[in-house]
Nanobody
């Protein structure tokens, strides 16, 4: 069974940094693109970043471009999201999933990890 476990969230001041991790299991991790999504209160879940399976090419939402970096470690079945220069509008629950820019590759979602950016 596909399992996705997000971690690394917390409370951070504007301008600060966090590194999120997503531990994956139940599928051949190295063969799948991986993505980070986020959902703020009262808003729909939105795609934040994508990393492909083969080349490791990345794509980002305009709102995070230049501030966030997605990466993966296939040996550890883990995808990361380095978040720098955080803004209050980055406050959301962050989720990972399989898949790329065309949408999530698995219908299930983990519990996510809460990121709160506030002074």
């Amino acid at each position: 069974q596909v399992q996705l476990v997000e971690s690394g969230g917390g409370l951070v001041q504007p301008g600060g940094s966090l590194r999120l991790s997503c531990a994956a299991s139940g599928f051949t991790f190295s063969r799948h693109a991986m993505s980070w999504y986020r959902q703020a209160p009262g808003k729909e879940r939105e795609l934040v970043a994508v990393i492909t399976s083969a080349s490791g090419s990345t794509n980002y939402a305009d709102s995070v471009k230049g501030r966030f970096t997605i990466s993966r470690d296939n040996a550890k079945n883990t995808v990361y999201l380095q978040m720098n220069s955080l803004k209050p509008e980055d406050t959301a629950v962050y989720y990972c999933n399989l898949g790329g820019i065309k949408g999530p590759g698995h219908p299930g979602w983990g519990q996510g990890t809460q990121v709160t950016v506030s002074s």
